[in-house]
């Protein structure tokens, strides 16, 4: 059982950067593929970046392409969503999810954590 924490949200102006964190408090966290989703109000989640369990290969949505970098580190059970160039568009409540594949589709993942509030001013 994996549980999720996500951290690092917040308002920021356009241009700015956050550094997203998501903890897993499991013995298995570093066995899994992490993804970053996001919803924002009024939208279906969508998914932002993945990464492989190793952190050997990751994908990108092309919304966030050259501004996003999802990255890993598996002796502190941690992934992270580097946000730099952020725009108005980005505004969402951000979600870390673990799964068996690094896929583009929420429903390959398992365990997601509540959210973070990502906030974006023009």
């Known amino acids: 059982q994996e549980q999720l924490v996500e951290s690092g949200g917040g308002l920021v102006q356009a241009g700015g950067s956050l550094r997203l964190s998501c903890a897993a408090s499991?013995?298995?966290?570093?066995?899994?593929?992490t993804g970053w989703f996001r919803q924002a109000p009024g939208k279906e989640r969508e998914f932002v970046a993945t990464i492989t369990w190793s952190g050997g290969s990751t994908y990108y949505a092309d919304s966030v392409k050259g501004r996003f970098t999802i990255s890993r580190d598996n002796a502190k059970n941690s992934v992270y969503l580097q946000m730099n160039s952020l725009k108005p568009e980005d505004t969402a409540v951000y979600y870390c999810?673990?799964?068996?594949?690094?896929?583009?589709?929420?429903?390959?993942?398992?365990?997601w954590g509540q959210g973070t509030q990502v906030t974006v001013s023009s």
């Open positions: 999810a673990a799964g068996n594949v690094a896929s583009t589709v929420s429903r390959a993942y398992r365990y």
């Open positions: 499991g013995r298995t966290f570093s066995s899994y593929a």
